[in-house]
Antibody, heavy 121, light 109 residues
């Protein structure tokens, strides 16, 4: 079955960087964009950006421009999200999700299980 | 940016009730609207895409409606497993700058 398996929880100090991985299985990894979202505790969902594993093309939410880098390694079917200059308000669960398209419509399915990133001194 | 506003923010209902959650965009997004269900401690699951299309495997008591700026998610007869938080998401923006509603928490009455 289609699955996205994310790396484990991270604890980082303010100013540091974190890199979260998302390993895909059960489908052709290069056929679908991977999107990243985050969710602070008790809060809603926030879109971070997208990456195309085949072309390497990517795009980021304006809020994260300059601080986030999305990459992929097609040899191991894995996507990565690196967030730098961490602040306490970056503490959140980060999710990856496969993007599906039909005609011009698109949606996220499935999602990874989430990775908790805690930023604390 | 396209802002998405859900109402209500929380809702108490009983098993068997019919529930409607609304989502409004601050500009027309045609039918580029998706709905997700999130249970506590879990990742979101897709329920409805393109405003009205039911994701495979999702029970038929869930249905989506609307287009333009106003959308609805209807649960025809609440089941115990439906008590969760629901999010709408617009997929209209190009280049992408996708946004979610703030969520509707559905509680047991």
């Amino acid at each position: 079955q289609v699955q996205l398996e994310q790396s484990g929880a991270e604890v980082k100090k303010p100013g540091a960087s974190v890199k979260v991985s998302c390993k895909a299985s059960g489908y052709s990894f290069t056929s679908h964009d991977i999107n990243w979202m985050r969710q602070a505790t008790g809060q809603g969902l926030e879109w971070v950006g997208w990456v195309n594993p085949s072309s390497g093309n990517k795009g980021y939410a304006q809020k994260f421009q300059g601080r986030v880098t999305l990459t992929t390694n097609t040899s191991i079917n894995t996507a990565y999200m690196e967030l730098s200059s961490l602040r306490s308000d970056d503490t959140a669960v980060y999710y990856c999700a496969r993007q599906m398209w039909s005609h011009y419509y698109n949606w996220f399915d499935p999602w990874g299980q989430g990775t908790l990133v805690t930023v604390s001194s | 940016d396209i802002q998405m506003t859900q109402s209500p923010s929380s809702l108490s209902a009983s098993v068997g009730d019919r529930v409607i959650i609304t989502c409004r965009a601050n500009q027309s997004i045609s039918s580029y609207l998706n709905w997700y269900q999130q249970r506590p401690g879990k990742a979101p699951d897709l329920l409805i895409y393109a405003a009205t299309s039911l994701q495979s495997g999702v029970p038929s008591r869930f249905s989506g409606g609307g287009s333009g700026t106003d959308f609805t998610l209807t649960i025809s007869s609440l089941q115990p497993e439906d008590f969760a938080t629901y999010y709408c998401q617009q997929s209209y923006s190009s280049p992408p700058e996708y946004t979610f509603g703030q969520g509707t928490r559905l509680n047991i009455k």
